[in-house]
């Protein structure tokens, strides 16, 4: 995408929803589209809008109408606030702000693995977030590098789509996994009940790829992983090659057992220390041409008119 994540809008787009004008396309996933648009007072907001299709679906409206209630409900450094939403419109529609960065997926695959200092603040910030959305009786169930944005303010973790309280009924189905294969725990693979402590299984396998540019449980397609993650016990994932202070949390993390890891705020805790320094000062925290990156799309969303970029796009038809 152009202007490190923004492209123009379409011309099946709508070029308004609710109020707010839409500026540029950010991204779109299974779940809908996501646009930038703008409050009242000019803060930049990503809107996501649901597919027309789902929007015909009662039960992916209740899924959606969950997600804004989790993601209403979470509070927290490294979480993205609710703007606005509203579950009952004809396409259900969900605004937060918008964080200018790159998904770690991206980041990876154009710059390559993370540096031993990135991935520790990285996988902290990541931690100290899910400890919130654990402390709200949340589980995500969907931390993956495409939920994790880098940016020159730190990390932030993205989409409570799947989320589900604590203690509610698995939404694992026959033949069909309400997930990310290749980011699941062996318990959540297994169809099995969840708790926090899959999330934290998933945040070692994001760390493990940041570290190393490749997934812990090797190539192949998203079921073939995810069967290998669910016969962990057997066969757990080869980290020798991770540097010895990453390796250790990488194996508490990815304990086959869910009640062997360590809690999300012990993954904070030892990632802290192992860092030696406040993984809250971003200063200089991602290589120089990943911050270079960053620092453009910061630009382009606080000035997109500098460039004439958006200009374009609300003269395109």
């Known amino acids: 995408m152009p202007n490190g994540g923004l492209e123009p809008l ?31 007072e000019g803060r930049p907001v990503a809107l996501k809008l649901i597919r027309r299709e789902h929007a015909q679906s009662e039960s992916f409206r209740k899924r959606f109408a969950r997600e804004v209630e989790a993601a209403r409900r979470v509070h927290g450094h490294h979480l993205v606030p609710v703007v606005d939403h509203d579950a009952e419109a004809a396409r259900p529609w969900l605004a937060t702000r918008y964080v200018p960065g790159l998904p770690l997926d991206d980041a990876l695959a154009g710059h390559g693995p993370l540096p031993l200092k990135s991935v520790l603040q990285l996988t902290a910030c990541a931690a100290h977030a899910l400890d919130a959305v654990h402390t ?13 944005l880098l940016t020159t303010e730190g990390p932030w973790l993205l989409d409570f789509g799947i989320a589900r309280a604590v203690g509610t009924a698995s939404m694992t189905t026959v033949g069909r996994m309400v997930g990310t294969p290749k980011y699941m725990s062996p318990e959540h693979a297994l169809g099995k009940q969840l708790t926090p402590a899959s999330d934290v299984f998933t945040l070692g396998l994001v760390a493990a790829e940041a570290a190393a540019g490749r997934h812990p449980y090797g190539e192949g397609g998203g079921l073939v992983v995810a069967t290998r993650i669910a016969g962990t ?26 009640e062997e890891r360590p809690t999300a705020a012990e993954v904070a805790q030892h990632c802290r220390l192992a860092a030696g320094r406040d993984v809250r000062d971003f200063d200089g925290w991602l290589p120089k041409p990943l911050a270079a990156a960053l620092a453009g799309i910061e630009r382009a969303a606080r000035d997109p008119r500098a460039s004439g970029w958006l200009t374009r796009i609300r003269r395109a038809p």
């Open 233 to 258: 016990d057997h066969e757990p994932p080869d980290l020798g090659a991770h540097p010895a202070v990453l390796r250790e949390v990488l194996r508490a993390c990815l304990a086959a057992r869910p």
């Open 136 to 148: 709200a009786g949340v589980i995500h169930r969907d931390v993956k590098p495409g939920n994790l």
């Open 10 to 40: 379409r011309a099946d787009d709508p070029r308004e929803i609710a109020g707010y004008a839409l500026e540029a396309r950010i991204g779109e996933g299974g779940m809908g589209t996501v646009f930038l648009t703008r409050t009242g």
